[in-house]
């Protein structure tokens, strides 16, 4: 099993291109989630995904879209890059499809990553 | 919404010696994970307590959550090279929206010295 896996590893884009980042799961998970790690910030949400066909705003959406194409891929949209957007972009996935506490299930599975800088 | 805060925030230790990372919460812990980053990687799992007073081991880390689930400690005994990186905690948030969303720290930074 390959985990998660993400798509590209570096991308340099100047302000105002556009750009969407890849992910895809082979664990059969339900939920997937975008996050970006900034220096001294930690880990952010940006939007996830609680199963195929349902996305949802996490803490820092804007300037972001999603697409959950199916249970094994959900992709990041950057329609406009911003230097603001320059950081390091992480996809995870979880067992979890319900809305209440399940833990355990809410163990993550993260992908390598992918740094983005936006000149 | 929950807040996170790791201590220290960095940390420099000579190969061998033993040293403990805390995570304290300002909300009920429901679940506390403990994740490990290298340098340009992604989190690895390590592992998650959910029990007051509850203790887990791996290899030479143990975690801990306090009885009162609002605080947890992750303990390095006889520190390697290999332990250096990133650790970070996160918390799952209480809610019936939750989805398995979880919060995390602002992450500890280890450097051990051969």
């Known amino acids: 099993n390959a985990g998660v896996t993400q798509t590209p590893k570096f991308q340099v884009l100047k302000t105002g291109q556009s750009m969407t980042l890849q992910c895809a799961q082979d664990?059969?998970?339900?939920?997937m989630y975008w996050y970006r790690q900034d220096p001294g910030m930690g880990l952010r949400l940006i939007y996830y995904?609680?199963?195929?066909?349902?996305?949802d705003k996490g803490e820092v959406p804007n300037g972001y879209n999603v697409s959950r194409l199916n249970k094994r891929e959900f992709s990041l949209r950057l329609e406009s890059a911003a230097p603001s957007q320059t950081s390091v972009y992480f996809c995870?996935?979880?067992?979890?499809?319900?809305?209440?506490?399940?833990?355990?299930?809410?163990?993550?599975?993260f992908g390598p990553g992918t740094r983005l800088l936006v000149l | 919404s929950q807040e996170l805060e790791q201590s220290p925030q960095s940390l420099i230790v000579q190969e061998g010696k033993n040293l403990t990372i805390n995570c304290t919460s300002s909300?009920?812990?429901?679940?506390l994970y403990w994740y490990k980053q290298k340098y340009g990687e992604g989190l690895i799992f390590l592992m998650m307590?959910?029990?007051?007073?509850e203790e887990k081991s791996h290899e030479k880390i143990t975690a801990k959550l306090d009885e009162k689930k609002q605080q947890s400690s992750l303990h390095i005994t006889a520190s390697q090279p290999s332990h250096a990186g990133i650790y970070l905690c996160g918390a799952a948030n209480a809610g019936g929206t939750s989805y398995g969303k979880l919060t995390f720290g602002q992450g500890t930074i280890l450097t051990v010295h051969p």
């Open positions: 909300k009920t812990l429901y679940g």
């Open positions: 995904s609680a199963s195929e066909g349902t996305t």
């Open positions: 307590l959910q029990k007051g007073g």
């Open positions: 664990m059969n998970h339900n939920s």
């Open positions: 995870a996935s979880s067992e979890v499809s319900a809305g209440g506490l399940t833990p355990g299930k809410e163990t993550q599975y």
